[in-house]
């Protein structure tokens, strides 16, 4: 099943003039935004035509398309524009795939936990969480998972500046 | 009398414990020997893979791919390269295409051989170790023989490969594969049908189909639980749907399907149809020039992709945007055992300590590629 008919199915539900549909080299992506997403992931999940019962795969991306601005010390932050998050899921009954991607605002990226949908997003979203800052709202265990828990900062954010001392040892080499 | 007081004991089994298959923690909580619950504590080995991309160029990502799953180094090239190739729209030549099927296979058999092999040391058989490590080790005197390498490859390139077959390669491969498959069969006296190997993983750590599809898990986790599923199949990649072979699932003539015995048997009964896709591919190899479509500049145009290929461990995905330079705006992997660990608290709670260890081995995780 291609997006666009997917889209279909979900006018059902939800008013879809708030979906979007991005083109895209590898596929399509269907933009979504993240008030809705938990109802979504659950119809999608337990509708029978659609049946996605499997999250293949959840990343967090920093779009890094806010203003960058100059730091004294010669590094940049970037105030304003989006993080995200993708989800990329996948259905063994019927064999067909989709790919949601929900826009968080930098400042306060929050979004709803897709973990009592799908268990396997636990540690996926505990790993977003680690490395870009994203909240997971009613997640149960939500702490760093690779970084040690009293280390600063997201490493993965395109303006992360390493902290000078991590427990008396010098970080930077 | 006055009534004893009982507690519940936290053990702690790692991050430096043989078992433990790498720098694994381990937070086992105790009612005497019975597991109440497991809490896996990882991020020993994290190394920035994910961080490191995104200031380099596309072919320079490749001898990281390389360190991820070290066990299994081939395909972790294979994964990358056909993702960055889809991306790039790049037509590559037949012979690289069944060149990389044949090392991706050999790799298959590589891993499993480790996972039997150490699966059998943690449950207390030394000798099928030695057994499995003699095997693999004329497949690391293959791989020697084609890139240099015995376990960090990069060997497979974007658009080709760094070297063509050597002439010995062929013939080497084809007296590996006809004693190999005799070696099975001792493996299979040696271990799989052995009492003691039996009585410890039969009936042990049993995982239903359907926990298995919510929580992720992919590969041989996934087939030992009866669920018929292989990318190789059913969503097939590179050259896959031209070869003949039989997807192995765990059917439960011993003990449970989805115990840790059907767990490991899918991996034996995989070893032998990678033999069988290997002489396929033997056969049809065309003559060809393997880097005559390698790119001088590798740079994407704007877009991202998922591309997922059936490592030895499961689904190894790689999630690559690309801004239009020449270094990926963003690489994420979703690495099997990653996925698959998770699922160690479930099938491990009411069961007792030394279970957790053939649990754990039945997986078959690897921490470079857990922690990244």
């Known amino acids: 099943?291609?997006?666009?008919?997917?889209?279909?199915?979900?006018?059902?539900?939800?008013?879809?003039?708030?979906?979007?549909?991005?083109?895209?080299?590898?596929?399509?992506?269907?933009?979504?935004?993240?008030?809705?997403?938990?109802?979504?992931?659950?119809?999608?999940?337990?509708?029978?035509?659609?049946?996605?019962?499997?999250?293949?795969?959840?990343?967090?991306?920093?779009?890094?398309?806010?203003?960058?601005?100059?730091?004294?010390?010669?590094?940049?932050?970037?105030?304003?524009?989006?993080?995200?998050?993708?989800?990329?899921?996948?259905?063994?009954?019927?064999?067909?795939?989709?790919?949601?991607?929900?826009?968080?605002?930098?400042?306060?990226?929050?979004?709803?936990s897709v973990e009592r949908v799908w268990r396997s997003a636990d540690w996926h979203e505990r790993e977003a969480y680690d490395l870009f800052g994203i909240v997971f709202e009613g997640h149960h265990n939500l702490k760093r998972i690779l970084l040690p828990d009293d280390w600063d900062g997201y490493p993965l954010r395109k303006d992360y500046k390493v902290q000078e001392f991590y427990q008396g040892m010098k970080v930077p080499y | 009398m006055a009534e004893l007081k009982t507690d519940h004991l936290v053990l702690n089994m790692g991050p430096q414990h043989p078992s433990t298959h790498g720098v694994l923690r381990l937070e086992v909580v105790l009612d005497g020997e019975v597991v109440i619950d497991v809490i896996p504590h990882i991020g020993y080995l994290h190394r920035c893979f994910e961080k490191h991309c995104e200031a380099m160029t596309y072919p320079m990502v490749i001898p990281y791919t390389d360190r991820m799953d070290y066990l299994a180094s081939m395909y972790m090239n294979f994964g990358y390269v056909e993702a960055v190739e889809k991306l790039m729209n790049i037509e590559i030549p037949e012979r690289v295409k069944y060149i990389r099927v044949i090392m991706g296979e050999l790799q298959r058999i590589a891993s499993h051989l480790v996972a039997i092999g150490t699966f059998g040391i943690d449950i207390g058989a030394f000798t099928p170790f030695l057994y499995c490590f003699r095997d693999r080790e004329r497949i690391l005197d293959l791989f020697e023989m084609t890139c240099g390498a015995r376990l960090l490859y990069n060997y497979m390139w974007i658009g080709g490969l760094s070297h063509d077959l050597p002439p010995m390669f062929i013939p080497e491969l084809k007296s590996f594969l006809k004693d190999f498959r005799k070696n099975i069969k001792e493996l299979n006296d040696l271990l799989s049908y052995n009492k003691i190997f039996i009585e410890r993983t039969a009936n042990i750590g049993i995982l239903p189909a359907d926990t298995a599809i919510n929580y992720g898990c992919t590969g041989p986790v996934l087939r030992g639980s009866g669920v018929n599923w292989d990318l190789r199949k059913n969503d097939p990649y590179s050259i896959y749907d031209r070869f003949d072979f039989e997807v192995c699932v765990g059917k439960g003539e011993i003990g449970t399907v989805g115990d840790c015995w059907n767990r490991y048997m899918v991996r034996v009964r995989e070893m032998e149809q990678s033999c069988l896709i290997i002489e396929q591919a033997i056969e049809q190899l065309p003559e060809g020039d393997v880097t005559s479509a390698i790119p001088k500049r590798v740079k994407p145009p704007v877009g991202e992709i998922y591309f997922r290929v059936e490592s030895p461990k499961g689904e190894l995905g790689y999630h690559i945007i690309s801004d239009g330079t020449v270094n990926p705006f963003r690489v994420k992997v979703r690495a099997p055992s990653f996925v698959n660990l998770q699922i160690l608290p479930v099938i491990s709670k009411g069961y007792l300590v030394a279970d957790i260890i053939a649990n754990l081995g039945s997986l078959d995780i690897v921490l470079g590629e857990i922690d990244r």
Do not use: W
């Open chain 1, 1 to 112: 099943m291609t997006t666009t008919e997917i889209l279909e199915i979900l006018k059902e539900k939800f008013s879809v003039e708030q979906f979007e549909i991005q083109s895209n080299i590898g596929g399509e992506i269907l933009i979504v935004p993240s008030n809705v997403l938990l109802d979504l992931c659950f119809f999608l999940r337990d509708d029978e035509r659609l049946a996605f019962d499997s999250l293949m795969n959840l990343s967090g991306v920093d779009l890094a398309d806010g203003e960058k601005k100059k730091l004294e010390d010669g590094s940049f932050e970037i105030v304003g524009g989006h993080l995200a998050t993708y989800y990329h899921l996948h259905s063994f009954k019927h064999n067909h795939k989709l790919t949601l991607k929900v826009l968080l605002p930098r400042e306060n990226p929050v979004v709803p």
